[in-house]
């Protein structure tokens, strides 16, 4: 069984700060999840737990991983699951797929694809 612990929503201004802050437009489906949970936590019926941020946290963490030490500006973390970050990665389109890698080995080379948009890869949390 799935169990997803959703935050409260968020205002639709802290997310157009935030997207300002980090330089992109956060996906149509990623940006209705907020509005209806500012992240959240839980497993998927595999037990793979995930971590989505607060969307006003997204700066700071990407900070504290040091993401953009190793990333291009347009590789955003935005959740994680343990050691692992998931991040939006916008080099190829707007539309950015959905990509996991090791917090511990921030390398472009072991980036992996996780979905091709947030919708598919939320499905199997919520």
């Not at 489906?29 to 500012?38: P, T, W």
């Not at 991040?87 to 390398?107: A, H, K, M, N, Y």
């Amino acid at each position: 069984m799935k169990e997803f612990f959703k935050n409260a929503a968020v205002d639709i201004a802290v997310i157009r700060k935030v997207e300002n802050e980090m330089g992109v437009s956060f996906p149509t489906s990623y940006v209705k999840f907020l509005l209806q949970s500012n992240g959240g936590e839980g497993s998927d019926e595999n037990n793979r737990y995930i971590y989505i941020w607060r969307c006003e946290d997204i700066p700071q963490y990407n900070k504290d991983y040091s993401v953009h030490n190793y990333f291009p500006k347009d590789i955003i973390a935005f959740g994680m699951d343990g050691d692992c970050g998931y991040f939006f990665d916008f080099r190829v389109s707007s539309e950015p797929q959905i990509v996991s890698c090791e917090f511990g080995d921030l390398d472009i080379a072991e980036i992996k694809q996780e979905a091709k948009v947030f919708d598919e890869f939320i499905r199997s949390y919520i």
